[in-house]
């Protein structure tokens, strides 16, 4: 199985959560394909802010380079946006994905750190915390 992360510019929100995730299901002995992707940019470096909150929590997101959702990513069993306007984007493109905006779980869009100190960023990876095993619910069909 593969699940795909977008946000914006794939430094920030999506690199965070797939090194998240896939730790999450690395300790659940869950079996899947982590990747991420952004709408727009393109071979970047995970933000420095992003990359120390992946630090504190003893993950680590070295060698990744931002790319934008593209034909590569069409193959992912879900996708999952960090906001509604990013999901219809998408799902107008990609009709036949599964395609859902982090908003099911949290009532809300996932704010973007992008520009904010480094609060921001943990913040943001709080809210990836809570949710987790919602994200591995849903793709095991269990919400």
Known sequence: MKITFVCTGNTCRSPMLAAMFADYAAKVGFDCEVACAGMKGGGSPVNPKAAHTLAARGLSAEGHLSSVFGERDADSDFVFTMTDAQRDEL???????????LSLFLGRDVEDPYGGDQAAY??????????????????????
Do not use: N, Q, T, W
């Not at 799902?91 to 905006?101: G, K, N, T, V």
């Not at 943990?122 to 919400?143: Q, S, T, W, Y």
């Open 91 to 101: 799902a107008s493109r990609y009709p036949s994905l599964r395609m859902e905006s």
């Open 122 to 143: 943990d913040a943001v990876a709080d809210v990836f915390e809570g949710i987790l095993g919602k994200l591995h619910d849903r793709v095991c069909g269990r919400g």
